[in-house]
């Protein structure tokens, strides 16, 4: 009995400090959206014991660091949301544990959302979340993106691409960008050293076909760590020649 008491206290707890996070980030929310965040915590916390879903182990650096980071970007998305409607589509390029694209699903619940992992037991995790949330709209799709980035059915058919601790900015934009709309946005989550990634890439994500519009800088609530994103829009066409074939981008990085 006394250890029911503590789960229970425990998981408010949690949610307070969800909750707190959440409205220190200016993002609205309701109930449901904070207890799909906490059943998503659960599922990360059983599936550990059998594999590495993440580095973090402790739950409120989860919360932290993970669930809030993910949510720093609602923002932009949301504008990305407004101007294009409920048609919008997003895909999570590296999605490895769900981050950023479960939180950012749970709270866009009419979008579509592609969760695009490479790694097999990554993938039997996030349709485990996707059936246990119920998250509509979502599909996880076991493959590299640089052979996605290739076929006409995901070519440039995204409004919305994000990524989150995947690969220094030129890669990432050669991953990325092929699968952008024009008019569409790459959301590059990026830490301190995105001054020196940024000029070190321009000119590969110029001549990718994008242009960056804006850098923004959000502190992570409960934490010192500042996040940045980084809003790069798609302005033209991929050349055809990009992405490169499997490994090449990471292994040869572009430089113009």
């Known amino acids: 009995m006394e250890e029911r008491k503590y789960t229970y206290s425990r998981i408010n707890n949690l949610v ?77 390029i590296g999605s490895g544990a769900g981050l950023p694209g479960i939180p950012i699903k749970i709270f866009f619940p009419d979008t579509k959302m592609l969760l695009l992992e490479a790694k097999k037991n990554k993938k039997v995790f996030l349709d485990t979340v996707v059936s246990s949330l119920e998250l509509k709209k979502t599909a996880v799709l076991q493959n590299r993106a640089e052979k996605l980035g290739k076929m006409a059915e995901h070519r440039e058919k995204y409004h919305i691409v994000v990524s989150r601790a995947v690969a220094q900015l030129g890669v990432l934009s050669e991953y990325s960008l092929p699968f952008c709309k024009i008019g569409g946005v790459m959301m590059a989550f990026k830490g301190s050293s995105y001054v020196e990634e940024l000029r070190e890439s321009y000119k590969v994500i110029e001549k990718l076909g994008g242009a960056l519009e804006s850098i923004n800088l959000i502190k992570i609530p409960s934490s010192e760590y500042i996040r940045t994103i980084l809003i790069i829009r798609k302005t033209f066409p991929t050349p055809v020649s990009f992405p490169r074939r499997n490994g090449i981008p990471l292994k040869r990085p572009l430089c113009f």
């Open 16 to 92: 307070k400090r969800l909750n707190i996070g959440m409205l220190s980030l200016g993002v609205s929310f309701n109930k449901k959206n904070s207890n799909d965040l906490i059943k998503y915590l659960e599922l990360i916390k059983q599936y550990q014991k059998k594999m590495n879903i993440t580095a973090i182990r402790d739950v409120n650096d989860i919360i932290d660091k993970h669930f809030l980071d993910s949510l720093s970007a609602i923002q932009f998305i949301q504008k990305e949301v407004d101007k294009s409607g409920s048609n919008v589509q997003l895909i999570d």
